[in-house]
């Protein structure tokens, strides 16, 4: 993480990819980047054309109701009030990873080496003007689905996990900075993939830094990380019972990358995450689980967040 201030800190622009644990953090500047690695930030959409179809090999729903079972036990025992449970899902698609890159349309994309690749349309945090932003996403459905807008928005489940994490980001964002407030609540994103149209609902959460700030950013981001909206609350606990329940490492995936020069900030949330295994393509995704989640309606969830957006 101190290479991260360092960096901010001379004022050159440089990539930041930071995996979920905060173990792994790579950083370099944008004019040093090793050819395997590619970056795009809301920059002007890809021309995707016709895709050849991605076929998935979900886990059995047996066995994710299991896990969701232990989470629902958590859940009862006051342990958690949310947590983001995650799978991985074997995908075939006859494309290669920087070809995903270059065809994927989403407002933040990375391509690290031939190892994974990320099409996010989830921002973690802006900086700008010394002001701290962030934009929790939280609540999906499936645009056909009759009064969709409607439908979401007057959810009370979805309502309760939204709340749960604009509250916990309120709190993140107020250890590292001041007059922390909720500009936008509830809002919603509307996203193209190759199978249907997803309604997506975001939250836009503000607070000042102090004017030095770029010296301190790798702290500042070891206090953000792991993002709330991919772990739950409270998140230390939270993230033990992720830790014990999920079969699989996360890594990268749901960690965060973004660009900074010293003055402006721009990150994302790792999700739309497909990994190179020895065993093929990875494709990982999840949803929040509360007190009154579904387990068929958050398993349905999962498989709708493995898609190609156009």
């Given amino acids: 993480m101190d290479r991260l201030s360092a960096l901010a800190a001379e004022g050159r622009p440089f990539l930041f990819v930071i995996s979920y644990d905060k173990r792994d953090v790579f950083a370099a500047p944008l004019d040093r980047l090793p050819p395997g690695i590619r970056v ?11 895709l050849p179809r991605m076929h998935k090999k979900p886990i059995p729903f047996t066995r994710y109701e299991e896990a969701f079972g232990r989470v629902i036990a958590q859940i009862e025992a006051g342990n958690t009030y949310l947590l983001n449970l995650t799978f991985p899902t074997p995908i075939s698609l006859p494309l290669e990873l920087h070809e995903i890159f270059e065809r994927a ?6 391509l690290f080496e031939d190892r994974f690749v990320c099409f996010s349309p989830e921002p973690f945090v802006t900086i700008e003007n010394d002001t701290i932003c962030t934009y929790p996403m939280k609540g999906t459905i499936d645009a056909a689905v009759e009064g969709a807008e409607a439908k979401i928005l007057a959810d009370e489940k979805e309502m309760a996990e939204h709340v749960m994490v604009v509250d916990l980001l309120r709190n993140d964002l107020g250890i590292v900075g001041e007059r922390v407030r909720v500009e936008r609540f509830r809002y919603l994103d509307r996203i193209v993939t190759a199978d249907k149209t997803l309604l997506q609902v975001s939250s836009k959460i503000t607070a000042r830094l102090p004017s030095d700030w770029p010296s301190r950013l790798g702290e500042i981001m070891g206090a953000l990380l792991p993002a709330g909206s991919v772990t739950g609350t409270p998140k230390k606990k939270t993230c033990e019972i992720i830790a014990s329940v999920e079969s699989h490492e996360r890594g990268f995936f749901t960690g965060v990358f973004g660009v900074c020069d010293g003055r402006r900030l721009t990150s994302s949330v790792m999700i739309r995450y497909i990994e190179r295994t020895p065993g093929g393509l990875v494709y990982k995704s999840g949803g929040g689980i509360t007190i009154d989640s579904d387990a068929g309606a958050e398993y349905r969830e999962m498989l709708d967040k493995v898609y190609f957006p156009l």
């Fill in 105 to 110: 349309n989403a407002p933040f994309k990375l």
């Fill in 40 to 50: 795009a930030i809301r920059r002007p959409p890809a021309r995707g054309g016709h």
